[in-house]
């Protein structure tokens, strides 16, 4: 048996921050952002809306096209860094109700970009021990919500949206799933991206100074750490298969800054057509990256069945980690 995604959807909300709109409210210039992160636009979750109702939305077009009712689902894992709560009740659960998926059980993960990454191998390995058959792993994110809009050196950055998978038990000997997991962090990096305010640490009170309680970014810190992981990552899942960088259709990592994953390209020699980049029209959306880009390759019909792709993550914790996949 292996563990295969059966189905990817995606929801992306409509509204769009073009980096025009961003020139009028900080000192930046849409070449600056351009050339330093290759991002054009960034859509914005709707003012009624809350991370969980975009995960839902995302999480019925993948259900849909995995053929898998809500009854069937045995598991929920949503990953985000913008959960409707702070802490609880988690966002899984309030998709667990919108779908009507009585059957599942439901709990969000904490990874920062990593969670969908994270909630792909915790899911293949929930399959593979036998108790559970249909999971929905969700990445989604309202990171506009914590965007400080006064700081240049994050507000270009981020987006809203959320993508899903759903990964089920493949009993065929067709060699089809989730084939290997790598799963790192370096929490010594903690301080470099991170949301201050709110915990146990510094709760929140009369004296929180508001942008404590927005995303907080090292760039540079962050920057070096991601080309260097990400290198780290290929080597370690081509390694463990015996395979070379020609045996893999697609890398899909995370999408922070195309910058980044030039330099990782030119570090390895592996064509920048390797890896299938859509930051120009998203952004950075955290969780959500990864199963956004799977989901517009599908609709594209990039992917055959059998393809060897990869999928990469980094972010907050610091985490990173990768899934080798066969389509
Ligand atoms: N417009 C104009 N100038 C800017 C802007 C802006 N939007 N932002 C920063 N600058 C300025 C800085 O103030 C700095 O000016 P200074 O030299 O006078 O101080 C100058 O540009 C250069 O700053 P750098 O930090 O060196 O810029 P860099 O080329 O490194 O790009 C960036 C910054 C885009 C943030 C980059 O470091 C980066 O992508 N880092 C990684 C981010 C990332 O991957 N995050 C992923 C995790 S997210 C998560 O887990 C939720």
Redo the contacts with the bound molecule.
Sequence with gaps: MTAEIRGIGAFIPEKVITNEDLCKTV???DE??KS??GIEKRHMIADEDATSDMATRAARVAMERAQVDAEELDMIIVSS?TGDYPGFPSTACLVQKNLGAEQAGAFDILA??TGFIYGLSIAKNMILGGDFKHILVIGAESLTRITNWDD??TC??FGDGAGAAIVSANNHVDGRGILQSVLKAEGAGAEY?MRKAGGSRHPLNAETNIADNLLS?N??R??GF?VRVNTILINSLLKKHNLRIGDIKYIVPHQ??ER?IQAVSERMNIPMDKFYLNIREYA?T?AASVPLALNEMVEKKLLNKGDLIMTLGF??GLTYGGNLIRW
């Design positions: 000192d930046t210039t600056w952002i330093h992160t860094v920062g970009c240049r050196n270009v950055l991206l970014m760039g540079r962050v920057y991601a922070a800054n980044i950075n955290s972010g907050a």
